[in-house]
């Protein structure tokens, strides 16, 4: 395939490129050691070594950072059943040692997209009732660093599944956790903000709301990020 000229073509060919490479088995030592070092120095794992950014939602479900098969083999024998993957794509290597060590520890992996810059999308929050009632626990779910992916579906869950409150769903995303309020990831805030005054002080439920009141065109446009903290989490701590 040769290399496109112009550059969303050529940002799409690395892409598919990098996923022909890691979305495949582990097929030797050299392999394997590549794909640590792709987790390790490419995709910061080595940061994650030392802080996984681990926490337990409610009973079933924990919430992390990208595991490393040391990880994954702990919490396996804790009893783990299941991993949500909230990354998508296959283009890194800690996707390759992530698939191999569920494999080897009997772990499920599956996938729940989410984006942690852009207002939750409709027909995935819909989905949610059945992904989650869908799900064999106790259950990990994790995106890079373990902030605002997993945050936010960790308050999903609790809105979804224990029927908590906004306020309770909210301290998923907290700067404790690493999730930064003001840059561009705060259009999660923005979005349970959004359930707390137009719905759940309406005595409407999570699921209600998005059903019959949730706009996340008009919610994408009110949000205004702040540059500087936009600049720490994008740039400095190269988040996804």
Request: contains cysteine; charged residues 30%.
């Amino acid at each position: 395939m040769p290399k496109p000229v112009h550059s969303d073509e050529y940002y799409e060919w690395r892409r598919l490129k990098r996923e022909a490479r890691w979305n495949r088995p582990i097929g030797s030592a050299r392999e394997r050691i590549r794909a640590w070092l792709d987790l390790l120095f490419v995709d910061h794992g080595i940061l994650r070594l030392v802080h996984l950014n681990r926490h337990r939602v409610g009973q079933n479900l924990l919430r992390s950072a990208q595991p490393s098969p040391r990880d994954i083999a702990r919490m396996a024998r804790e009893g783990l059943k299941t991993i949500v993957n909230l990354r998508g794509g296959r283009s890194h290597g800690a996707w390759q040692l992530e698939r191999d060590a569920a494999e080897r520890h009997g772990v499920a992996i599956v996938d729940f997209v989410l984006r942690s810059r852009e207002a939750p999308d409709r027909e995935s929050l819909l989905a949610l009732p059945a992904f989650f009632a869908g799900l064999d626990y106790p259950a990990l779910a994790h995106c890079k660093s373990g902030a605002d992916r997993a945050g936010l579906f960790a308050a999903l869950y609790l809105l979804v599944v224990e029927g908590a409150k906004v306020s309770e769903a909210r301290r998923e995303l907290s700067l404790l956790k690493g999730h930064f309020r003001y840059a561009k990831t705060g259009i999660l805030d923005a979005f349970l903000e959004d359930y707390a005054e137009n719905g759940e002080k309406r005595g409407k439920t999570f699921m209600d709301w998005v059903r019959e009141d949730y706009d996340p065109d008009a919610l994408q446009k009110r949000f205004r990020p702040k540059r500087l903290h936009s600049l720490v989490a994008d740039t400095l701590l190269r988040r996804e």
